[in-house]
């Protein structure tokens, strides 16, 4: 009979372990208090006004949107940021969630969160304004995605976006999908991040700030892997992971397509001109690094390089007056590119030797010379460019992100 109880005992005490072991692997909530920690800005898309045509110009009605995202640094609580800075009506939200996802569509058992605003679980943003979720108790873990769902009842109209993400979002049919884990109900896809531009991150207390990366679509990362994380930024955010763990946070400013002087609607606003919005408004951001200019040049080979040169030290002095470090990074090679001339290439020389010596920026980051061929320096090494011979492949992205000296942010 003692017998008999000891192994009841045991076996119940074995179903309590294990139904723990479940519950943390899950995410399930503890009532303990969480400990300290400090937000952070994790993740970043600057918005961008929509295309004339196609997705972002209809908007979506009686539709769920899945968006994935991945922030670089690990915590334990998310806000969500949305924009509709570039809407011309208001856009209501009926239901917003997040999940660790799985792969594809598909949302981790267990990971998914009700996301609120002020409590409340729809919101309207109105056009021209942006909204910050509550926080949200999530595992965040800088080697998974984070999956983002919203569902629109109403039609939206044209919508503010961030192109080119690189990265898959998910459509779905009709209806509230927002909390569906198996994403079969998603049979569109995109790849742009629609209203979405920000993710902070609760993270240990011990972090230092947010980096953000200002460019074009280098820092875009056009032409990686999709749905692979292959950007040089990402990358950057797994070396720091992995040889400074809990440090840095590196957010993505880049905008595909942006000049150094001109803004437009199709290649967004200049980086003075944005700097408010896509940098200084971040969440605990500490630095920034500006990588612009290859398309002033592309695109305007007779460009003057004291130009260029006038509207960098602008930018520096705005990043200086509200108290941030910006570290400059030196202009790509693009010898054998479709929009290659002989002016502009003296242009980026006279440029990049401007950055490398001058000592306006508080550091340097030398990405020509980590990509450039030695035998013909106008060009990418072979193996590290695209087929354009303009943006990097992958090993070339990750060459960027090993130019960088940890040094600098110290």
């Known amino acids: 009979m003692k017998y008999g109880k000891k192994r009841w005992i045991v076996f119940l005490l074995c179903c309590i372990a294990l139904l723990f072991v479940i519950l943390t692997a899950f995410g399930v909530k503890s009532k303990l208090p969480s400990k300290p920690g400090k937000w952070v800005a994790g993740w970043s898309a600057p918005p961008q006004p929509p295309s004339e045509t196609g997705v972002s110009h209809d908007g979506f009605t009686n539709q769920t949107l899945r968006m994935i995202v991945h922030p670089n640094i690990g915590g334990d609580h998310v806000r969500l940021h949305f924009s509709n800075v570039f809407g011309t009506a208001p856009v209501t939200f009926q239901a917003v969630r997040v999940a660790n ?243 502009g290439e003296k242009t980026r020389e006279a440029v990049n030797h401007w950055i490398r010596t001058s000592g306006a920026f508080d550091g340097v980051i030398d990405f020509d010379k980590a990509l450039r061929d030695p035998k013909d320096p106008k060009r990418y090494r072979p193996g590290y460019g695209w087929s354009d011979h303009f943006h990097p492949n992958d090993k070339g992205y990750q060459v960027m992100a090993d130019a960088v000296n940890f040094s600098l942010f110290k």
């Open 101 to 343: 996802d799985q792969g594809g569509a598909q949302t981790l058992l267990g990971s998914d969160r009700k996301v609120t605003f002020k409590g409340k679980a729809a919101i309207t943003i109105p056009p021209g304004q942006t909204v910050t979720s509550d926080p949200v108790s999530i595992h965040v873990d800088s080697q998974r995605n984070l999956a983002v769902s919203i569902y629109v009842k109403k039609g939206t109209g044209p919508t503010t976006w961030h192109q080119h993400s690189m990265q898959t979002t998910y459509l779905s049919t009709s209806g509230n999908h927002a909390s569906d884990k198996l994403g079969t109900a998603f049979k569109k896809k995109e790849q742009e991040w629609f209203w979405l531009d920000g993710v902070d991150v609760k993270a240990d207390s011990g972090v230092k700030g947010a980096i953000a990366v200002v460019g074009s679509s280098i820092a875009n990362g056009n032409h990686s892997t999709p749905d692979t994380n292959r950007r040089w930024i990402d990358d950057l955010g797994e070396r720091l992971n992995s040889e400074q763990p809990g440090t840095w946070s590196i957010i993505n400013a880049g905008i595909s397509a942006n000049q150094l002087l001109e803004s437009s609607d199709a290649n967004g606003e200049k980086p003075l001109n944005r700097l408010k919005r896509d940098v200084f408004s971040q969440t605990d951001i500490s630095g920034v690094i500006l990588h612009e200019g290859i398309n002033d040049i592309r695109h305007h080979p007779d460009i003057d390089a004291d130009q260029m040169i006038h509207e960098m030290k602008k930018i520096i002095r705005a990043s200086h007056e509200h108290g941030l470090k910006i570290y400059g990074g030196t202009i790509v090679p693009y010898g054998g590119a479709k929009l290659y001339t002989d002016s």
